[in-house]
């Protein structure tokens, strides 16, 4: 079994700063793929944030660039999102997912944790 567990929201005020954690777990044999996504409010559209890659690439979402910045831990099995001059528009369920392997079965899966309310608000 796989668990991807997130870390880190909470309430901010405009301008503040957050640090979000990733962690995968259990029967994995790689992990191709760690990216963040975020969901405003139940029913509207997956917002991709960023992600970081097995060879170290980082990839950002546009309305993120240049705020948010997407690290590592010593393996792909950690990883980190700082949030740097968050506003309204930030509000959000951040959810981490992998693109990985199992080892049980050696499938190539999609995995999802559970999500992280972020809300900024003044």
């Known amino acids: 079994q796989v668990q991807i567990v997130e870390s880190g929201g909470g309430l901010v005020q405009p301008g503040g700063s957050l640090r979000l954690s990733c962690t995968a777990s259990g029967t994995i044999q790689t992990i191709y793929t760690m990216n963040w996504y975020r969901q405003a409010a139940p029913g509207q559209q997956r917002e991709f944030v960023g992600s970081i890659s097995q060879d170290g690439s980082v990839n950002y979402g546009e309305s993120v660039k240049g705020r948010f910045t997407i690290s590592r831990g010593n393996t792909l099995n950690t990883v980190y999102l700082e949030m740097n001059n968050l506003q309204r528009e930030d509000t959000a369920v951040y959810s981490c997912?992998?693109?990985?392997?199992?080892?049980?079965?050696?499938?190539?899966?999609?995995?999802w944790g559970q999500g992280t309310q972020v809300t900024v608000f003044s």
């Open positions: 997912s992998a693109d990985l392997k199992s080892s049980r079965t050696m499938s190539r899966l999609y995995w």
